[in-house]
Each structure stands twice: as structure tokens, then as C-alpha cells.
């Protein structure tokens, strides 16, 4: 079936530090592709998505490329801050509209 | 998007017995979606819920156990039956959107002693 593998955590990087989180995914399909992000205690926020391939998904500052060559979706961010901190999921869609979520990626920011 | 609330936020449960969670949203939505997220681990779909139909349960998930009502279409709940420890998770509801994406609420956290 579907899966999605993400890269383990937790990342720990630096105020205004390079960040990727690398994302793969098998599908017999054409996916759509989701990073989702949970802060503390919160729920799951859409973060950013692509619906095809070389589609860029962005969002405050994040950026993930849909790559159906390499079945990637790796998530970056240029520079990243405190507030980042915080849980990252990629996700693809089935077309039963089910969502197959790999398994987080742990991001800490310190100062 | 849409606007999800969960009721409760949390609640600390003792073993054998049940817990109702309830799910509101904003708007009308065919599709919602029940999933669990164990300590430490990523989401799992229990169930889907349309309205006017029996929910959709996914392997490892039974009826029994998470029984689910859809009696409109902005409200849904899970409960969580004879609970056990094992059941202490997180437990989310979330509602489709456009283009395949789906709006998360909060979360109901469950601790089951």
C-alpha cells in the first residue's frame, strides 16, 4: 500500500540555521503531497501541499517541491526561528481521500 | 478552511469505562475523520463518517470499540469503550477541504488509568 517515510528527529538547529526535512513516498498512483505541522499541545495546521508533479507548495517561508523522479517531498526553510519549533508531518492522499501520514519529524530552534 | 472544535481538550479516565468526544465544525462538510496519535507516534485513521451512512472503519479499528455518530452534517462523535490503558492517546477529528487536504481540530487528550 501507500506509505510515507520521513527522515527521524529530532532535528535540533540554531536561530536562523538552514533547515531540511526529507520526506520520500510510494504510491501506485498520483498523490497529492501535504507537510502538516503540530505545535505543543495544538492539532495539526496544513502547513504547505502540492497536487502534482514539480508543483512547489510555500508557506511562511517553508518550501517543498512535489519531485515524482525521485518520489520526494523533501520540506526546507532558508532560515528558520525559535517559533519553528514544533512536530512536521508529510503526508500524501489516497484517492479515497484517506491521508497516509509518516511518522514526524521533531524540529527544535534554540536561540 | 474550517473551524473545528473538540469537547473535551482532555480528560483522565479510569480503565472499563467510556469516553463520547465530540466534534463540531463551522460548516457543512460530507466527510469527517476520526484518528488516533499514540505518545511519541504519527496520526492513524480509525474511522470515516459520512453522514446518513455507517462509518467506515479501517483494519485494527472495530465498531464495537469506537462506536461513531454522524447525525448532521457540522457534528460528529467517538467514543472510546472499555477503556485500557493502551487507549491513552490522542485522539483527532478532521473534515475535508478542497483539493484532498483536510482541517484538523485540537484534539481530545485521553489518559486512561
Known amino acids: 500500500g501507500d506509505s510515507v517515510t520521513q527522515m527521524e528527529g529530532p532535528v535540533t538547529l540554531s536561530e536562523e540555521a538552514f533547515l531540511t526535512i526529507n520526506c520520500t513516498y510510494t504510491?501506485?498512483?498520483?498523490?497529492?503531497l501535504f507537510w502538516y505541522v503540530q505545535y505543543p499541545g495544538e492539532g495539526l495546521q496544513l502547513l504547505l501541499k502540492?497536487?502534482?508533479?514539480?508543483d512547489k507548495g510555500s508557506n511562511k517561508g517553508f518550501e517543498a517541491t512535489y519531485r515524482k523522479e525521485t518520489t520526494s517531498f523533501h520540506l526546507e526553510k532558508g532560515s528558520v526561528q525559535v517559533s519553528d519549533s514544533a512536530v512536521y508531518f508529510c503526508?500524501?492522499?489516497?484517492?479515497?481521500?484517506?491521508?497516509?501520514f509518516g511518522t514526524g519529524t521533531r524540529l527544535q530552534v534554540f536561540p | 478552511s474550517a473551524v473545528i472544535s473538540q469537547k473535551p481538550s482532555r480528560d483522565i479516565c479510569q480503565r472499563g469505562t467510556s469516553l463520547t468526544i465530540q466534534c463540531q465544525v463551522d460548516?457543512?462538510?460530507?466527510?469527517m475523520f476520526w484518528y488516533r496519535q499514540q505518545p511519541g507516534q504519527s496520526l492513524t485513521l480509525i474511522a470515516t463518517?459520512?453522514?446518513?451512512?455507517?462509518?467506515?472503519?479501517e483494519s485494527g479499528f472495530v465498531i464495537d470499540k469506537f462506536p461513531i455518530s454522524r447525525p448532521n452534517l457540522t457534528f460528529s462523535t467517538l467514543t472510546v469503550s472499555n477503556m485500557s490503558p493502551e487507549d491513552s492517546s490522542i485522539y483527532l477529528c478532521?473534515?475535508?477541504?478542497?483539493?484532498?487536504?483536510?482541517?484538523f481540530g485540537p484534539g481530545t487528550r485521553l489518559l486512561v488509568l
Open positions: 478532521s473534515v475535508e477541504g478542497t483539493g484532498e487536504t483536510q482541517y
Open positions: 504510491a501506485t498512483g498520483y498523490p497529492s
Open positions: 502540492a497536487t502534482k508533479a514539480d
Open positions: 503526508a500524501l492522499s489516497e484517492p479515497t481521500d484517506k491521508l497516509i
Open positions: 460548516s457543512q462538510v460530507t466527510m
Open positions: 463518517a459520512n453522514q446518513g451512512s455507517e462509518a467506515t472503519y
